[in-house]
């Protein structure tokens, strides 16, 4: 009688022990997959901040060259340079002006 539960309790022991086994393997694989997860996530957000950094750089970059830009633009607005293209295409100045005076603004009909 004995016997028959030594048996019973060493089957169970032993089902018990494999439940176990296999629970720490399910556990041990979930914290593998998790872990790759973390690496991955951790590298993607790391490569991602030098992108940001790079782009930032670019950004100054081109604010930089707007403003050179926008100086050269201004220089060739001027009136100094204005009045150099003008004296080189050899226009004559006006010397005198008339204007016309409408006394009353009158349109024609058809």
């Known amino acids: 009688m004995f016997y028959h539960l030594k048996t019973r309790r060493s089957n169970f022991l032993q089902k018990t022990s ?7 393997g399910i556990i ?19 490569m991602k901040g030098f ?3 790079d782009l930032d750089k670019q950004i ?18 001027s009136m100094m340079n204005v009045d150099e293209r003008v004296k080189g295409l050899n226009l004559v100045e006006v010397k005198n002006v008339e204007y016309l005076n409408v006394a009353s603004p009158a349109v024609a009909l058809r």
């Open 60 to 77: 100054q970059q081109l604010k930089k060259d707007s403003q050179k830009l926008e100086l050269e633009l201004t220089a060739e607005k």
């Open 18 to 24: 494999d439940k176990i086994t296999k629970f720490r």
């Open 51 to 53: 992108q940001i950094k």
């Open 28 to 46: 041990f694989s979930f914290l593998i997959i998790f872990s790759l997860a973390y690496f991955w996530q951790v590298t993607s957000l790391s």
